[in-house]
């Protein structure tokens, strides 16, 4: 008889090839150990265990299918199917809970037996809200510094252009005093001293 493996829930199962025949087998003896019954009863009797016998077969290969696809998902997962660790995770994840629920109930009632009752947290809460609003308006302050800067840094730059043009003028003009017939200097004189 040769043997082969078989993936099982619990891992590798080393199985005879007829591991269905054999199975088969003793459901069979169980069967057959009953008393002898009449001709149409061995007949039904057969009918029904030769339905009984594939029925048997097929729900036998389809738990096999089943443990060799759990044995695949088990494998994939990583095993964190585990419902014992799920179960102790959350019920000590429950007690966390229970205990910081129970913190924060202990520190409330403290802070009303020193009088300090919810008033503080209305004030913290002013506070923060007038502190928004700052930031809010400071956002909008520095919005406007940033483009008075740009309208000085454009200011400026007309002002050297039209520095620039003026010495053109002034240069274009006393060129033109240079060139001028006649040699007029009271043309000149008039010009610088304006």
Request: hydrophobic share 30%; net charge negative.
């Amino acid at each position: 008889m040769m043997r082969h493996v078989v993936e099982t829930y619990f891992g590798f199962d080393e199985e005879s090839i007829d591991s269905e025949t054999s199975s088969l087998t003793s459901y069979n003896t169980d069967l057959t150990d009953r008393t002898p019954a009449t001709p149409e009863e061995d007949l039904e009797e057969s009918v029904s265990r030769e339905e009984s016998e594939l029925r048997f077969r097929q729900l036998t290969r389809e738990y096999q299918a089943l443990q060799r696809a759990y044995a695949l998902l088990q494998e994939q997962t990583g095993g964190s199917l585990d419902a014992e660790r799920e179960a102790r995770t959350r019920e000590q994840l429950q007690l966390e809970l229970s205990s910081c629920q129970a913190k924060i109930m202990d520190l409330e009632k403290a802070l009303a037996e020193r009088g300090q009752d919810s008033k503080w947290v209305e004030e913290k809460q002013y506070l923060l809200r007038t502190n928004q609003e700052l930031r809010e308006k400071i956002c909008v302050l520095q919005q406007a510094e940033s483009k008075l800067q740009a309208e000085v840094q454009d200011a400026r730059d007309q002002n050297e252009l039209l520095e620039f043009r003026v010495l053109e003028l002034e240069v274009r003009d006393c060129s033109n005093v240079k060139l001028s017939p006649g040699g007029n200097n009271n043309s000149l004189t008039s010009r610088s001293i304006q």
